[in-house]
Structure formats: structure tokens, C-alpha cells
């Protein structure tokens, strides 16, 4: 098994439960509330260490109380934690996270604090943790000249780039350039490539878009409808599983996270997207972000189950 790298967000969730999203100027009595850690980054680097993975992370926290939120899982889950960075003037990212207890759909609020500070200096220490591993793992939820930096120095090691297009916002060339993979949602993958993803036709455009920008392998999760991959000439939808959704927060980052440590496993990709899939139909039933990521004897036993 081959090792791998995250970079990218730690946030605390504060996330509350409530009959339906509240609407804007809308006060809602929710039902329930929990503190707990999160963060695309975060959530994908203890999907992937839960499933089995050999993964560290590498994420920026304040110099506050909040930042013992992530620390404290890591060193519950016996993580790595010496990439993990302190901000000298900027706070521990936080999230509001409603979530609507019939439907299990989210809304979502950041103040993004400490995640933004990256520097120069930060990036540069990460060179010999890509030297060592295969694969990186970004999002768009940290600064965007640090993602840019870790792109190009990880193709410099020869460490590929999985660019996962999380929360959305334009994505340049330079950054796109060194990416082996890309992995948007259907909204990300329009904003990208400025085609509609509604079907396999139009999902092969965009890949194809994708492509002509020089990244191999391109994955576009749908949801409860799956996920669409385009690797090796081969292009296709893969349905999700059918399961009672609870609350998608972290869907994308479970699925994000298991695609990793299963192509740490040698997997090639189209293996590698049905572990996820099935993954993250399994967080969907979980109340929560990191701390309700499936652990891998829980995916496995799901497998067995539905096989
Ligand atoms: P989020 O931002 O909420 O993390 P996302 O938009 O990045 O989500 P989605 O496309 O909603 O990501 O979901 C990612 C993957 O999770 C899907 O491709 C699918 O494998 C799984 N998934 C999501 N929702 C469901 C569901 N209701 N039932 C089964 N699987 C689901
Ligand atoms: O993808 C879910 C995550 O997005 C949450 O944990 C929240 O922190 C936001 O970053």
C-alpha cells in the first residue's frame, strides 16, 4: 500500500437539526446540536485513515480552544499530527451547519479564519511528505496560491493530484495543469467547464473538457443518483446504493476520502469509485462530518451485505 497526503481545510462544525432549512430572515426551533470537527480536508483525511489508509494531514489551526476539536479526534483515531500548522493571528475555521431532519439535506455557512493563511513557507516544509507519498488530496477551501504550490511541487515529486472542486469557485489552468484527477460535483463540474451535467451525454462533455486541460481521470458525484467517471478511455455512471439518507454533510469529502485510500490500494480507478460510492452511501445513514465516517469492517460488512 502506497502513502498519501491531505492538504487542505480543518473547520468546526457547529451543526443543528431542524424540521426544514430556514429561509432567509427565518428563525427555525431545531431539535438537535453538536461541535464536532469537520472541514472538506479534514473530513477526507479520516474517511481515508478510517477505511484503512496510510494518510496524513496537513491543515492550519488556530492558536485557540476551538483547535483542540481536531486535535483531540487525531489523537483519539491515532493520527498523525505534525503537519498539523498553528495561525499566529487568524482563528480556527467555523461552519454553521443546518441540516433539515426530514430530507437529510444541508446548508452551510463558513468563516474560513486560519484555513486561509497558508504561506509560502508552510507549503515548501510539506516537499518531503510529497516526496514520500503518491498521491495529495486538495480542495478550494484554503488559499488558492497554497493549493497552486502544492500542485506543482507535488508533480515535481511525482506525486499525483486529486483536486477535489470543494465548495466551488473558478479553478485556473496552472492549477488544473498538474492535476492527474478532478473530482466535482455536478454544480462544480458547470462552473468548470460551463456545461449542464444531466445525463452520460453531458457528463462526457465535461469530462472530455476536463480532459482537453490535461487531467487523466475526471469523477463527478451525483448524489443519490452516484457518480460518473471517465479514466482509461472508459467512460460511465455508477448508481449509488440505496440507503435512508440521515444527513449528507461530508458526502463528498466520504466519498473523496475512500477514493484515496482505495487508489493507495493499487485499485484502478472504476474499482476504486465503487468502494467510495459505497462508502459514502454508508456516512449518508451517520449523523455528522469526520466524527461519522465509516470505519472500513462497516463498508465491508455493508458490501458483504448488498453484494
Ligand atoms: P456534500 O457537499 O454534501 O459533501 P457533494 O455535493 O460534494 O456533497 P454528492 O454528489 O452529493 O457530493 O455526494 C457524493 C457521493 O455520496 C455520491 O456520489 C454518492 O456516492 C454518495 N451519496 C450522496 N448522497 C447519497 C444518498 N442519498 N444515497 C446514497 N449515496 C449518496
Ligand atoms: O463538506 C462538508 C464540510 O464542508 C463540513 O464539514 C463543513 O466544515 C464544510 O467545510
Redesign the pocket.
Known sequence: MSKAVVFGSCVVDMMARGPHLPTPGETVKGSYFHMGPGGKGFNQCVAAHRAGCDVTMVGKLGDDELSSVHLGLMRRLGMDTSHMLTAADAPTGCALVAVDENT?Q?QILIATGANMTFTQEDVEACRPLLEQSDYVMLQLEVNQEANEQVARMAEECGCKVILNT?PWSPVSDEMLGPTWMVTP???EAEGATGIAVTDLESACKAADAFHAKGVEAVVI????R??FVSAAGKQQIVP????D?VD????????NGALLCALTEGKPVEEAVRF??AL??V??THLGSAEAMPTREEVDAFLAANA
Open positions: 437529510g444541508n470543494a460535483n455536478e454544480v458525484t451525483l448524489g443519490s452516484g457518480v449509488a446504493w440505496h440507503v439518507a449528507t454533510t461530508g458526502a463528498g469529502d466520504s466519498f467510495a460510492n459514502a452511501a456516512k449518508v
